[in-house]
């Protein structure tokens, strides 16, 4: 406070020393800087650009400089054309100008072009607008998505056919540009298929071509390489299966051991080879009648004969002739024409399974691997477990014996471990135990016993 008061004192002290002539040739000066400063800023904020459109099209940007020209508005251009910026105080009074005279120009307008009516519109513009106006409102739902800047959807949507054999199948293209670079993931791409498809009757994920600006194809590479894209699927399978083995072993071998003490790698090999059978059998047996269809004709047919006599004169001399009517003969001529149909039981069954079995008991035996096979019939059911739990038993055998071209000293032992043995035993188990030892298989069996 002592400051300031000092520093007005001296103020006072050298205004009252100055003449009065001294004294307004200061005022002006200090009147002068005010109304300078504030007319160098009111000029600044005249001149500050704000972004009148973006992401224009060349053709818009282009009218939109014309027009601009011609309104006399300063503009800048940017983003390489596609963007262009006025004067901040200019900005919702241009735009306003700009749409009376109909720019940018309306795209995507999607179901909004249905209201217009045209009189004299042929089927063929009306179903031009409709293509127009779907592809439009699928920009709309695509562009929404933040990682794309723009989209334009084409669609192929054949006539009708008379037969199913001459129909084609309604296909599409997605061409999206992308936000700075940021990539579409997987499961985006997909839905962006699936989002077009389930907007066409008839379309499928897999007629969906999406690509990016740049023209590299994105989703689409089923319908050309199938065999690429499954081995894509296949291997992201496998990866899922080791990561999830790998996690349940790391956490039992860390509970028994200690964490950080153990490391664990898996490596799951699938058998993705499929065979489909089709059996179509027929019972003669069980016929049943499915239509019947009977004709019947009636008809009669009447014979006879006139018996006559010799001829008698009459009161006026003429000769009469008497007859005597004959014995006739009525005969029927009656038929029926019966037509069945009968149908016959048919039963049809698809099978679907691997053309060979996906565990190598041989290669699980030489480098001497864990098989742990879970019968349990709480699971699976009495049957299904006796059932897996016989095949099982001859295939292991089998896969000893085949050591035969392995040198004795050379074959890894193998314990076989059968817990309620009873439920699977065969002469296989009999076999094992006298001829498998010197292919090194032991058994250990196992029941309970009370």
Do not use: C
């Given at each position: 406070?002592?400051?300031?008061?000092?520093l007005?004192?001296?103020?006072?002290?050298v205004?009252?020393?100055m003449a009065?002539?001294?004294?307004?040739?200061?005022?002006?000066?200090?009147?002068?800087?005010?109304v300078?400063?504030?007319?160098?800023?009111?000029?600044?904020?005249?001149?500050?650009y704000?972004?009148?459109?973006?992401?224009l099209?060349s053709e818009?940007?282009?009218n939109?400089?014309e027009?601009?020209?011609e309104?006399?508005?300063?503009?800048q251009?940017?983003?390489?054309?596609g963007?262009?910026?006025?004067?901040?105080?200019?900005?919702?009074?241009?735009?306003?100008?700009?749409a009376?005279?109909?720019l940018?120009?309306?795209?995507?307008?999607?179901?909004?072009?249905?209201?217009?009516?045209?009189?004299?519109m042929?089927?063929?513009?009306?179903?031009?607008?409709?293509?127009?106006a779907?592809?439009?409102?699928?920009?709309?739902?695509?562009?929404?998505?933040?990682?794309?800047?723009a989209?334009?959807?084409h669609?192929?949507?054949?006539?009708?056919?008379?037969?199913?054999e001459?129909q084609?199948?309604?296909?599409?293209?997605?061409?999206?540009?992308?936000?700075?670079?940021?990539?579409?993931n997987?499961?985006q791409?997909?839905?962006?298929?699936?989002l077009v498809?389930?907007s066409?009757?008839?379309?499928?994920?897999?007629?969906?071509?999406?690509?990016?600006s740049d023209?590299n194809?994105?989703?689409?590479m089923?319908?050309?390489?199938?065999?690429a894209?499954?081995?894509?699927?296949?291997?992201?399978?496998?990866?899922?299966?080791?990561?999830?083995?790998?996690?349940?072993a790391?956490?039992?071998?860390?509970d028994?051991?200690?964490?950080?003490?153990?490391?664990v790698?898996?490596?799951?090999?699938?058998?993705?080879?499929?065979?489909?059978?089709?059996?179509?059998?027929y019972?003669p047996?069980l016929?049943?009648?499915?239509?019947e269809?009977?004709?019947?004709?009636k008809?009669?047919?009447l014979?006879?004969?006139?018996?006559q006599t010799?001829?008698t004169?009459?009161?006026?001399?003429?000769a009469t002739?008497?007859?005597?009517?004959a014995?006739?003969?009525?005969t029927?001529d009656?038929?029926?024409?019966?037509?069945?149909?009968?149908e016959?039981?048919r039963?049809?069954?698809?099978?679907i399974?691997?053309?060979?079995?996906?565990?190598?008991?041989?290669?699980?035996?030489?480098?001497?691997k864990?098989?742990i096979?879970?019968?349990?019939?709480?699971?699976?059911?009495?049957?299904?477990?006796?059932?897996?739990?016989?095949?099982?038993?001859?295939?292991?055998?089998?896969?000893?014996?085949s050591?035969?071209?392995?040198?004795?000293a050379?074959?890894?032992?193998?314990?076989l471990?059968?817990?309620?043995?009873?439920n699977?035993?065969?002469p296989d188990?009999a076999?094992?135990?006298?001829?498998?030892?010197?292919?090194k298989?032991?058994?250990?069996v196992?029941?309970?016993?009370?």
């Amino acid at each position: 406070m002592d400051a300031m008061k000092r520093l007005f004192e001296h103020f006072y002290g050298v205004v009252g020393r100055m003449a009065p002539s001294q004294i307004l040739l200061g005022a002006i000066v200090v009147i002068g800087m005010i109304v300078g400063t504030i007319m160098i800023v009111s000029w600044a904020k005249d001149q500050y650009y704000a972004p009148l459109y973006t992401g224009l099209s060349s053709e818009d940007a282009g009218n939109i400089v014309e027009r601009l020209k011609e309104m006399k508005i300063q503009y800048q251009i940017g983003d390489n054309g596609g963007s262009i910026s006025v004067p901040s105080n200019d900005v919702y009074e241009t735009r306003m100008k700009l749409a009376t005279a109909g720019l940018p120009s309306p795209q995507n307008i999607g179901y909004a072009l249905l209201d217009q009516t045209n009189i004299g519109m042929t089927d063929f513009l009306q179903k031009v607008n409709y293509r127009r106006a779907l592809e439009g409102e699928l920009v709309r739902t695509i562009t929404g998505l933040s990682e794309v800047a723009a989209a334009r959807v084409h669609l192929v949507i054949p006539e009708d056919r008379l037969f199913r054999e001459d129909q084609h199948t309604p296909t599409a293209s997605v061409v999206v540009k992308l936000q700075g670079g940021m990539p579409l993931n997987k499961r985006q791409l997909q839905g962006v298929a699936y989002l077009v498809a389930s907007s066409v009757e008839g379309m499928t994920p897999d007629k969906v071509t999406i690509i990016d600006s740049d023209g590299n194809l994105l989703s689409g590479m089923q319908a050309s390489d199938e065999s690429a894209m499954l081995s894509a699927t296949q291997f992201d399978m496998r990866k899922n299966i080791e990561n999830y083995l790998e996690q349940k072993a790391q956490s039992l071998m860390s509970d028994v051991i200690g964490a950080g003490r153990a490391v664990v790698r898996v490596t799951a090999e699938l058998n993705f080879e499929k065979s489909n059978t089709q059996i179509e059998q027929y019972d003669p047996d069980l016929v049943a009648i499915r239509s019947e269809q009977r004709t019947t004709q009636k008809g009669s047919q009447l014979e006879g004969a006139l018996a006559q006599t010799s001829p008698t004169a009459g009161a006026d001399g003429a000769a009469t002739i008497p007859t005597t009517p004959a014995a006739t003969n009525t005969t029927s001529d009656n038929s029926e024409d019966v037509i069945t149909n009968y149908e016959v039981s048919r039963t049809i069954r698809n099978i679907i399974g691997q053309n060979k079995s996906a565990f190598d008991f041989r290669k699980v035996m030489d480098e001497g691997k864990i098989l742990i096979i879970n019968l349990s019939k709480g699971r699976m059911g009495e049957e299904n477990s006796n059932f897996l739990g016989l095949v099982m038993v001859p295939r292991l055998l089998a896969a000893a014996m085949s050591r035969a071209d392995v040198p004795e000293a050379q074959r890894r032992p193998f314990y076989l471990y059968v817990d309620e043995f009873q439920n699977y035993a065969t002469p296989d188990f009999a076999t094992i135990l006298s001829e498998a030892r010197k292919y090194k298989l032991n058994m250990i069996v196992a029941n309970q016993f009370t």
